[in-house]
Nanobody
Framework: QVQLVESGGGLVQPGGSLRLSCAAS????????IGWFRQAPGKEREGVSC???????FYSDSVKGRFTISRDNAKNTVYLQMNSLKAEDAAVYYC???????????????????WGQGTQVTVSS
């Protein structure tokens, strides 16, 4: 019933920007936390950012101050604005949904029950 589709990835130079989109269907964002995770080759999947069902936002230390998560409930879409991109940000980015309607976000990937297919972000000069 829940479907997530990421878009907006691409190739950018260091210092550049991208905006990722996560289009949700089959549920309303009012009752889910939506997280962004990323996975680079040979590395574990890591949480990047999350917006709770109540609209509270969270960021990993590595992206804080550079990335901004937001949502448009009318469009059922969550965005991740990525600025000042670094080579270390290159990864496949996934959005995921956690059926939790509180003000917090889990940092654990296992708590997110639905996942998109991912969108590639490449940062290279």
């Amino acid at each position: 019933q829940v479907q997530l589709v990421e878009s907006g990835g691409g190739l950018v130079q260091p210092g550049g920007s991208l905006r990722l989109s996560c289009a949700a269907s089959g549920f309303t964002l009012d009752y889910y936390a939506i997280g962004w995770f990323r996975q680079a080759p040979g590395k574990e999947r890591e949480g990047v950012s999350c917006i709770s069902a109540k609209g509270r936002t969270f960021y990993s230390d590595s992206v804080k101050g550079r990335f901004t998560i937001s949502r448009d409930n009318a469009k059922n879409t969550v965005y991740l604005q990525m600025n000042s991109l670094k080579a270390e940000d290159a990864a496949v980015y996934y959005c995921a949904a956690d059926p939790w309607d509180g003000s917090s976000c889990s940092r654990k990937a296992v708590d997110f029950s639905s996942w998109g297919q991912g969108t590639q972000v490449t940062v290279s000069s």
